[in-house]
């Protein structure tokens, strides 16, 4: 398992849908993960440090594990089944651990609320997905442009996750 954080959320033009990009600098790794339009406003919300007037659902779950004092040890996307990311929870209270399993990006969600970290098995990056096959072409340009903020012409809206600088790549 690899340690990777959100970069940020593309939202491509010609898929309509939010792509969540994590990173790992270390060892130079963009992945992009299609996310749901709800999933993706919960973690821009979370980026921002945005607080609803009501809380979401992310919010509850999170305010229920800190209530009951259970810890957020991380979240791990492990798997791979029939074209599904799988993910799960991974959580203590006292000496013992759980695991639940969890949609990636609301376990992503999660996870920035509890403040834990996001784990990687390195067999999910092996896997092409439609995703990266519709951004072959351009997943080099993207991980540069992430990476070293550059220009990005493909008409993509960029919500940063490392400064409050968002903009049209």
């Known amino acids: 398992m690899i340690n990777v954080s959100i970069r940020g959320i593309i939202i ?7 792509i ?11 992945f992009p993960l299609l996310i749901g339009p709800f ?10 440090g945005l607080s609803p007037t009501r809380p979401i659902a992310h919010d509850v779950i999170a305010n229920l ?13 492990y798997d791979v089944y029939d074209d599904i990311y799988l993910a799960r929870i991974v959580y203590r209270k006292g000496l013992r651990r759980y695991r ?3 949609r990636p990006s609301d376990g992503i969600a999660i996870a920035l609320r509890m403040n834990a970290p996001i784990m990687l098995n390195e067999r999910v990056l092996e896997y092409e997905s439609g995703v990266t096959k519709m951004l072959a072409g351009d997943l080099e340009e993207i991980e540069e442009s992430l990476i070293e903020h550059q ?14 600088g968002d903009y049209i790549m």
Do not use: W
């Not at 220009?151 to 409050?164: E, K, N, P, Q």
């Open 65 to 77: 594990f800190k209530r009951h004092r259970y810890t957020m040890l991380c979240l791990e996307i």
């Open 100 to 102: 639940i399993d969890v």
């Open 151 to 164: 220009d990005y012409s493909r008409g993509i809206l960029y919500l940063d996750a490392d400064s409050s």
């Open 20 to 30: 969540v990009i994590l990173v790992n600098r270390e060892k130079k790794v963009v």
């Open 39 to 48: 999933e993706a406003n919960a973690i821009a919300m979370e980026l921002k």
């Open 12 to 18: 491509d033009q010609e898929v309509e849908l939010p």
